[in-house]
RNA sequence: UGUCCCAUGGUGUAAUUGGCAACACGUCUGAUUUUGGUUCAGAAGAGUCCAGGUUCGAGCCCUGGUGGGACAACCA
């Protein structure tokens, strides 16, 4: 409260390379000073962090500059789609904090006038249909040292084209028995300008369209003229598109030309980015399905899972969120970014929201003899040091309370200040105890802990000055409430390069990821709803979970706290 | 035997038209604290991949290396 002295000023936007770009088409007064980006996923999967990146950056980049932000689906190969990923898709978006220009658009919606561009590729003699089966298109294509070999089918005349790519789509071939390629050029250095394909057959319902095509455009004849038709001004993607961006080029040339209406439309800038890659984390969506597949997670928004869903269920904030997403920037340099990047945001986050509870991890019961048998009292213990506003709460104490079994040891090493014989500590909110005896199971383990109370230390009470280093959270063993806790640690035990993205990664999982403990809580938090957050004393910030169809409590542990202590040990 | 991109503390990023390499995370000290958390104060850690060149002066410009990445799906 009284910190605002040496406040630092709020964390500014940090601008990168993307930022100048557009500065300098503002300069220049391209397409008269409007911004209009776009966030374009493909409804295979659901959203992970490193998408969340490119959402923050695209939609950040529409607010700083006055314009907007279109959410497209690239719908254009039904094999792969399902409206459950478009579903989660647009919640994860809204939860991020976005709102997109417009209605959702979809690259379905373009089939038509799509369609019909590639006719008049077909009418200028830029587009033929081949006959050829996939591996011999490939191996005609040659490598990115050795030049491709033309087709037999490249010089069709255009009409027998023509005919040919209508019946494709009447639907008069199988699937593989022709595709409409592009006659550019089978010796460029650059791949995709080698006679790329632009229509493929597929016989299958689309999520959208239902059974209307049985063509449906290739991502490179489609996305680039998605973007112009929406008007997009900057297209960012990422940096593996680069070398797509002269195949755009051309199909944006050969669509426009003798069209002047199109000729004076916005033609989209693309720039490129860097992924984001996290150590420790696979962000491979077709590994992320094989998770799901295989039932090595619960589902796409298991808590352990690098998603947007997973991260929510996990308990990270949206704030948290965008807060990673400025702090790692945009360059197009290759790299791993440490996942404790994201720990720390989650935590500095929460820290300021997360009312602290008790709660006890690992419980063994700590018995005060000289507190009256029967007689119970309500202690007063604040909700967060960090935020006045959340108040304060009772809390009730009685003769039994359960501690951390880490908090007692029977001979404490020298920097050890939590229970031991003889010590004293104070159970946090209400007495000071020492510990007086403990008693041991058959088997050597520790299973009570006797102590004795000093009423004069009672919490608030100012008459005792002495320190008091420990500070113990418990729960009163009359009114804990029980809870089962989901700790987790890393899904995969290794780091994950960009260059070992080949390797499978799933022989990488680590089986102890996820640990479930039966824990004993305060009462107050029979009252927690879903998705609520807390921080446990010492030990973590937490999230109720969804799931909960038995009465039991369920809390995913966000993530830990640091401690200081853990590392010495 | 190609084309394109990239190279700054452990990690991620900064560094106006060339001008003392900065910030965050992480690490380590110390202080405060009824959380070994938080907060506060401080420290260590790079001379900018290498070798040349231009310049009064180069992380930035030029040349040549080295290292890493992208591109050869009827995927996006």
């Known amino acids: 409260m009284s910190k605002n002295n040496g406040e630092k000023a709020p964390e500014e936007k940090k601008s990168n390379f993307i930022h100048l770009e557009i500065d300098k088409d503002l300069a220049e007064n391209k397409n008269g000073g409007a911004v209009?980006?776009?966030?374009?996923?493909?409804?295979?999967?659901?959203?992970?962090?490193g998408h969340a990146k490119s959402i923050c950056l695209n939609f950040s980049l529409a607010q700083k500059y006055g314009g907007g932000c279109n959410?497209?689906?690239?719908?254009t190969n039904p094999v792969k789609e399902d409206v459950e990923y478009v579903d989660s898709i647009q919640e994860d978006v809204k939860w991020l904090g976005f709102n997109w220009e417009g209605d959702v658009r979809f690259a379905s919606d373009y089939f038509d006038q799509l369609y019909l561009w590639a006719v008049k590729l077909i009418e200028k003699g830029k587009a033929y249909v081949d006959d050829q089966s996939a591996e011999t298109i490939a191996t005609q294509k040659g490598?990115?040292?050795e030049p491709g070999k033309e087709s037999p089918f490249r010089n069709r005349s255009v009409e027998e084209n023509l005919d040919l790519f209508e019946r494709m789509k009447k639907g008069e071939f199988a699937a593989g028995e022709k595709v409409l390629r592009a006659k550019i050029d089978m010796a460029s250095p650059n791949m995709h300008m080698r006679d790329p394909l632009m229509y493929r057959i597929i016989h299958q319902s689309h999520h959208r369209t239902g059974d209307k095509w049985c063509i449906y455009p290739m991502y490179d004849f489609a996305h680039g003229q998605e973007d112009f038709i929406?008007?997009?001004t900057h297209s960012i993607c990422t940096l593996e598109f680069k070398v797509h961006r002269p195949l755009y080029d051309w199909f944006l040339d050969q669509i426009i030309d003798g069209d002047t209406e199109l000729e004076n439309k916005v033609r989209p800038r693309q720039i490129e980015f860097a992924r984001l890659n996290l150590n420790y984390t696979v962000m491979s969506k077709r590994k992320l399905l094989e998770l799901v597949q295989k039932e090595i997670v619960a589902g796409w928004d298991d808590p352990r899972m690098p998603t947007v869903s997973g991260l929510r269920r996990r308990g990270y904030t949206p704030e948290s969120i965008r807060q990673f997403a400025d702090r790692i920037g945009v360059t197009n340099r290759d790299g791993i970014t440490d996942v404790a990047l994201l720990e720390s945001c989650i935590r500095e986050d929460l820290n300021k929201k997360a009312p602290r509870v008790n709660a006890v991890i690992d419980p063994i019961k700590l018995i005060i003899t000289n507190y009256p048998e029967g007689q119970t009292e309500e202690v007063e213990v604040i909700n967060n040091p960090e935020d006045e506003s959340q108040g304060a709460r009772m809390l009730p104490f009685g003769r039994e309370v359960y501690i951390e079994r880490d908090d007692f040891m029977e001979e404490p090493p020298r920097k050890f200040f939590r229970l031991g014989p003889g010590r004293e500590v104070r159970l946090k909110g209400a007495y000071a105890v020492t510990c007086t005896d403990?008693?041991?199971?058959?088997?050597g383990e520790i299973e009570e802990i006797y102590c004795t109370y000093d009423p004069e230390t009672k919490s608030g009470a100012t008459t005792v000055t002495r320190k008091i280093k420990g500070i113990l959270h418990w729960v009163s063993v009359d009114n804990a409430v029980d809870a089962e806790v989901r700790m987790y640690d890393r899904l995969y035990n290794h780091e994950a390069p960009a260059s070992q993205k080949d390797k499978d990664h799933l022989e990488f999982i680590n089986p102890d990821s996820l640990t479930v403990v039966n824990a004993k809580v305060e009462p107050s938090?029979?009252?927690a709803k879903t998705l609520d957050k807390f921080q446990f004393q010492r030990v973590g910030y937490f999230c109720i979970d969804k799931d909960s169809t038995s009465n039991k409590l369920i809390f995913n542990r966000t993530v830990a706290l640091k401690d200081s202590w853990a590392k010495k040990k």
């Open 36 to 49: 209009l980006t776009r966030f374009p996923p493909e409804p295979n999967g659901y959203l992970h962090i």
């Open 71 to 75: 959410l497209r689906f690239d719908d």
């Open 143 to 145: 490598t990115p040292t």
């Open 230 to 232: 929406e008007g997009i």
């Open 438 to 443: 403990f008693k041991k199971n058959d088997a």
């Open 525 to 527: 938090l029979k009252e």
